[in-house]
Structure formats: C-alpha cells, structure tokens
C-alpha cells in the first residue's frame, strides 16, 4: 500500500513538471520562431543599413518614406523573398525581383498599387487612381512611350525611397517646392536643348507676382507649375486655350475678356490672349499705366490714333485720376488723425473708392471705356467727399486753435487785471487806529 502511494506520488510530480515544462518549451519555440521571422522580414533593411553609398541610402532614406509609414515594406514594390537572409534567396526571381526598374518599367511599377482603387482604399480612400492613365497623356507619357529615357517618370517628381506626403513641407512635391523639383529638369541648358525648350522658366517664374505671393507671403494658393501645367497629364497650355488655363483663378477677368471685341481679334490672330499682355513665367504686378498710352502701356503695342487708341487713353487717364485723388484723400485724412481730429467715418468712407478703383481695373479686361467709367464716376464722388472732409477737419481745427488763442488772450488779461487790483490793494496805506 505504502509503495503504491509513493508510487503515484512520483507519477503526479513527474505529470506537474512535464505540465509547467511543455508551456515553457513552447513559449520559448514560439519566440525564438517569431524572432527570427522578424529578422527576416527585415532583410532587406537590416543588410543594405551596413552599406555605405549607393547601396546604403536607400535603407535611410526609407525611415521617413510615406510607404514604411502605412506598413509598406521594399518587397512590396521590389519583389522578393524577405524571409531569406542570404542575398540569393532574397533576390529570387522566383519571388518577382526586380532591382532597379527602366524608366518605361516605372510608370506601371508604381501603377500596380496606385492604379488598384481596392487596394488604395485600405491606405488613403481619397486618392486618385487614375494617375497613370492621365501620365500617359502628359507630354512626359507620349515621350516615354515613344522611347525617350530622359522625360520625366513618378520618380523624378516624388523621389523613390524617402516619398513624403504631398502636404509636408519637405515633400518634393509641397506646393512651395514644386517649381524647383521641375527645375531640376527644366534649368538643364543641355538636357532641354535637346527639345528646342528654354530653360530660363524657373528664374523667370522667381521674379513675377505669383512668386512673390507663394516664398513672401507663404500663400500656398499662389499659382506654381503644376497649377498651370497640370502635374500627371503635364502639358505646355496652348495659345487657343492659356486663357482658360488663366481663368482658373481670374474667373472675372477671363468672363469679361470672352465678351470684348479683343476676343475675336486674338483668335484670330493667335497672340496669346493674356499672355499678350502679362506673359507667361514672368508675370508682373499689373499697373494702371498699362491700360494707358503713356509709357508702360500695353495698349499701344497694338493700338495707335485709332478707336482703341482713344479708349485706352480715357481708361488710362480715368484710372490715374481716381488713384491720384483717392491717395491726396488719404493723406489728408491721415494728416488730420495725427492732428488729433476725428475722421474715422471718412476714412471708412475712402474704402468704397478704393474697391472702385479695384473693380475699375478689373473692367480694363471688357476693353470698354465706359464700363470702367462706370465704376470710375461714383469712386470718384467718395474720394472727393473724404477729401472734402479732411479738408473740414482741417478747417474746423484751424477754428478751434483761433478759439483756443482768443480764450487765452482773454484769461490772460484777466490774470493780468486781478494782478493789478491786488498790486493796489497791497500797495494803499492802512487805516490809522486810535
């Protein structure tokens, strides 16, 4: 009885070692595996991170790249076995390696994920998937299928291994980087000549208005090349259609241009529209003196004693004058403030003259005197009116300091009267007391 108990003493210690043994042995199998999985899976990382160079700044520039962020991994667009650490098995073609994709190869490269809408639905439901349809038909897609290596493909924009976001700053892509990333291409004398293309764009671009607007003013809704251009169905906009192209955001100027009797001529004659008078990369701050005949004019490029010539001699004059009159209101208004004057309703007033004059310049795109007179004539009331009351502060202060000296004058005199009755009655002997 005894050696059975004992017996089944050892059967039951042995049965609780094996119990808390086998989930032990398990759990460490279980990590080890999973360990050594994960090594492998990052392969591709962990063996090009020891590279120097070429071969290294992939592997580095990877740890900011949009795709690592969402999960993405380099079989995901390389191919390849990353489960493998030798460098065979993980550049098996059996697994769809490629290296280095050709310039034609890239396009579909990229489109494989970025033209898949279920796919790109798990990542960003908002993007486009039509961005290789709409290359194909950029002047960069035509070229590329006709054999050109040197356009540009997706990588040429957006990178290859460090693509950032479109919305953050250090994007290739960012609305303030764009025009450079393009003039990497498009500032090459040797690589545009090749096309018959200028490659003075960027510098040009730098100096006009929109420039100005986007690196001064941080206006990221300031124009750039793309906004042009177009940026996957890139193409150089033609004369029949820059206006269209400019009209984007000038809506007004575009409407009216469309009505006036410039339209037919321009068509006709192929000169660029808008461009005719503002150009293209290089847009300057438009002035009033353009819609003149003086020096500066754009009119008389075409126009010369004719009607247009007229027309253009009274808008340039009308502009000149409402500007003219709405700054001397301005500077009186501003004068009599200093001086200490109320005139805030006045200069309040002022402002409706200043959106006349602007919506004056506007009208110059209908080609028509009398509607920029239309806008010119009541402008120029309220400019007067603020004139007129600047010139009233002034008088009514001229009034008030006249006021001010005959008040002094007078108390002065008083202080003097009451100074001399006090000399008198200081100066009268007292009275004899007895």
Not at 96 to 104: C, D, L, N, R
Not at 179 to 192: F, G, I, Q, V, W
Not at 287 to 295: K, P, R
Not at 302 to 320: M, R, T, V, Y
């Amino acid at each position: 009885m005894n050696r059975l108990r004992k017996n089944c003493s050892r059967l039951f210690c042995r049965l609780t070692i094996i119990s808390c043994a086998v989930p032990a042995i398990l759990l460490a199998s279980l990590y080890f595996v999973t360990s050594r999985t994960s090594a492998q899976q990052n392969s591709c990382v962990a063996c090009h991170s020891t590279l120097e160079g070429a071969l290294g700044e992939p592997a580095r520039a990877f740890e900011n790249d949009i795709h690592r962020s969402k999960g993405l991994s380099c079989n995901d667009c390389h191919g390849g076995n990353p489960a493998r650490a030798d460098k065979e098995g993980a550049k098996d073609r059996m697994w769809g390696y490629v290296a280095k994709p050709t310039a034609q190869q890239i396009p579909a490269f990229c489109g494989k994920c970025h033209s898949d809408a279920a796919l790109m639905k798990k990542f960003n439901p908002s993007l486009r998937v039509d961005q290789v349809q709409e290359y194909a038909t950029s002047v960069h897609g035509r070229r590329l299928q006709g054999g050109d290596q040197k356009v540009a493909t997706c990588v040429s924009c957006h990178g290859v291994h460090g693509i950032r976001a479109p919305n953050d700053p250090l994007s290739s892509v960012y609305a303030a980087n764009v025009a450079e990333t393009c003039s990497k291409c498009h500032s090459d004398p040797e690589r545009m000549g090749g096309y018959g293309i200028a490659h003075d764009q960027y510098s040009r671009y730098k100096s006009s208005v929109h420039a100005k607007a986007l690196y001064e003013k941080r206006d990221l809704s300031a124009p750039t090349c793309n906004d042009c251009h177009g940026n996957h169905g890139a193409v150089p906009p033609g004369i029949e259609t820059v206006a269209n192209v400019c009209g984007q955001c000038h809506g007004r100027q575009a409407e009216l241009f469309q009505k006036s009797p410039h339209k037919a001529p321009f068509e006709k004659l192929q000169r660029g529209e808008c461009l005719k008078c503002h150009n293209n990369h290089d847009i300057m701050p438009p002035t009033d003196a353009m819609a003149g005949v003086s020096e500066g004019s754009a009119c008389t490029s075409c126009h010369s004693g004719d009607a247009g010539f007229a027309a253009a001699e009274k808008i340039g004059s009308g502009l000149g004058g409402l500007s003219a009159k709405i700054d001397e209101a301005k500077e009186i208004l501003e004068r009599a403030e200093r001086a200490g004057m109320e005139v805030s309703r006045p200069k309040f007033e002022l402002q409706d003259a200043i959106d006349g004059l602007t919506q004056a310049r506007v009208l110059i795109h209908s080609a028509s005197a009398d509607e920029v007179g239309t806008a010119i004539s009541p402008a120029m009331d309220v400019a007067a009116k603020s004139y007129t009351a600047g010139e009233g502060a002034f008088a009514e202060l001229s009034y008030r300091r006249k006021g001010l000296a005959v008040s002094l004058v007078f108390i002065l005199f008083l202080a003097l009267l009451v100074y001399l009755k006090i000399r008198q009655i200081e100066s009268e002997p007292e009275p004899f007391e007895s």
